[in-house]
């Protein structure tokens, strides 16, 4: 008897992300005008600028740039938050990063599942960014039980996903077969559901709280809220939506444009209002909305180092600082002025973001670095084999999220001006404990990956080792 192999995880993931984008274009067939938007963008781009190609053909970027970004969803559970972890497993997906939206008025904290090495990125660079409730900021405690108790009760998974999961943990992976019926599977948690589990009541008790609680608590499961493709100019998207009948959100979170992105920019369509079914007391169904769900662009820049960061955070506290309100539609183009003027104080050219380590880069030899003697630049130093052309760089790119993007997005979808009560210490701890593991540092796994470059790049040169 032949043993069928095992699928990678990077192909599960692959397929898994693909039928994910299908579904969600059935469900919101505006996402699917969205992906063809941005796609003939970046085609435009690519055709403007041969540079930017070079650099993504570089990279490796050329071919990831086309699949699917991230998706969101929203639990309710430490349970379902755990069980959660143990399905992305499978598909080579594990928690990086922790960020507290409570303090921007979302009562939720989170983490995303992704790859961490850059050639499964590079396959599929798939990632959810999974948020669990904080129900202990519900202020009314007969409510805040009433959630929970309602959360309690609903099983989100399917028991034949978990009799896959436990397969994958135990055998060491799925095989071909195996890997089909779990995306099946999968995909059931993620699907939209148009009848709530609660009365009309009960919803509106939720959702006055806040609408969030409302859309993670009243369904039978965490419905997919958004997919995101990746775009190489965000701002011509920006424009290009209402053109298409789409209508954007005011103000593209993140940085200012510049020559050399960093961190993330993202924008969106405003949320969908969907019929939903509620249960009336007598058992019948009742006609009423939702809005949960809309369609996210992204645009990926260099990676930040710690330093970096730091600036970055501060051009924009002060950029806030100086506006004085949360930007809307009616302060855009004033919040636009502010920021761009704000970031002029951030390098942007990477030979200098590398000079002053603001950023993360990936090295790579140059044919003529293979083509001379190595013992002729043993003695070189970084630098020096960089200025003599034996050794190019790129920026790593950012492959994660910025807390106040998400919680911008969140607010601005949803209607919210943000509810500062919401405020308090960021729960780490507490989120780890219900995980079942504790979130990657994102910053070491960027220092990791261009270590494995500089190391990579030593071996070509033969020399013993490369060092900043």
Known sequence: MTHQPFVHPDEIRARFSRAMSDMYQTEVPLYGTLLQLVA????????????????LRQT????????????????????ELATLRRLFAVMGMVPVGYYDLAPAGVPVHSTAFRA???????????????????????????????????????????????????????????????????????????????????????????HDQHRLIADVVAFKGPHIN??????????????????????????IEGPPPRH??????QTSFKALEEKVAFVSTDGLLVQGHHTARFGEIEQRGAALTAKGRALYDCLLQAAQDQLQVPANEKNAEQYSAILSEQFRQFPDDYPTMRAEKLAFFRYFPTEKSLSVAAVSIQNLTLDELIHAEFIRYEPLVYEDFLPVSAAGIFQSNLGDKGQSHFAGHSNQQDFQRDLGVEVIDELQLYEQTQQRSLAACAKALKRASLGL
């Open 260 to 265: 050399c992105p960093i961190l993330l920019r």
């Open 60 to 79: 490796g970027e050329i071919e990831r740039l086309g699949m699917e970004r991230h998706g969101a969803i929203r639990v309710g559970t430490a349970a």
């Open 226 to 251: 958004h997919l995101t493709p990746r775009t190489l100019n965000i701002d011509a998207v920006q424009t290009a939506m209402p053109e298409h009948n789409i209508t954007p959100k005011a103000v």
């Open 40 to 55: 003939d963008i970046n085609n435009h781009n690519m055709e403007q600028q041969p540079e930017l190609t070079r650099h």
């Open 116 to 206: 961490i090495h850059e050639a499964s990125l590079q396959a599929c660079p798939f990632r959810i960014f999974t948020s669990l409730l904080r129900l202990e900021l519900i202020e009314q405690s007969e409510l805040r039980q009433q959630a929970a108790d309602i959360l309690a009760k609903r099983n989100i998974f399917t028991s034949r996903v978990i009799e896959l999961i436990v397969k994958n943990e135990t055998a060491g992976g799925l095989t071909d077969d195996d890997a089909t019926d779990f995306i099946t599977q999968a995909l059931e948690i993620f699907r939209w559901h148009n009848q709530a589990t609660v009365s009309v009541e009960v919803y509106q008790q939720l």
